[in-house]
Structure formats: C-alpha cells, structure tokens
Nanobody, 115 residues
Framework: QVQLVESGGGLVQPGGSLRLSCAAS????????MGWYRQTPGKQRELVAT???????NYADSVKGRFTISRDNAKNTVFLQMNSLKPENSAVYYC?????????WGQGTRVTVSS
C-alpha cells in the first residue's frame, strides 16, 4: 500500500505561481512513476505531468513550458511547480503513484486561479 498526501493548493491570481507537494509513504520502494492529474466538475480526470524513477518527465501539452514536475527521492516527495497560471488551470489536483501491483491517489488539493 502507498499513501499520498498533497499540499500547496490555494487561491492565486492569473499569472501567479503555486508549488504543489506530494509526500509518499508506505510501500514506496515499489513506486516506479509518480505524477499529477487534475479534475474539474463534469470532466474526466486528466494528466498534468508524470515523472519516473529515472527522472523521465511527461507533460500535457497545455502545461508545457509553464509547469515543472520534480521529485526528491530522499524525501519520497514529488513537486509540481506551476507558473503563469491561468483561470482554466483551476481544478482539484491529485497526486498519483503507480506500482507493479496498483495505482494510488491522494485526496486532492484545490487550485483556484482568479482575480
């Protein structure tokens, strides 16, 4: 089992920045990719960014150049630095971890981009 706890969401003005964090605990040795997804009411959860144990990253086209995913393996934590935020980036952001035996989700952290 893997437990994921997100933090760092909140209210930010358009053009501003936020940094999300996700701390993993439990069977962390089995995780081979972590990432962030987001969801808005009435829509499916969508990929934002992922990062593998080897550091390979993948981003949704809509966030390339503005968002950066990184991880601190020593602290079992993954980060999402979000810059130049737009109102359409408002969503609940979920941390995600994949192991050979399952997929795990955090409880979500809300990001609101509004003036």
């Amino acid at each position: 089992q893997v437990q994921l706890v997100e933090s760092g969401g909140g209210l930010v003005q358009p053009g501003g920045s936020l940094r999300l964090s996700c701390a993993a605990s439990g069977s962390i040795f089995s995780i081979y990719v972590m990432g962030w997804y987001r969801q808005t009411p009435g829509k499916q959860r969508e990929l934002v960014a992922t990062i593998t144990n080897g550091g390979t990253t993948n981003y949704a086209d809509s966030v390339k150049g503005r968002f950066t995913i990184s991880r601190d393996n020593a602290k079992n934590t993954v980060f999402l630095q979000m810059n130049s935020l737009k109102p359409e980036n408002s969503a609940v952001y979920y941390c995600h971890a994949r192991t050979s035996t399952g997929i795990y989700w955090g409880q979500g952290t809300r990001v609101t981009v509004s003036s």
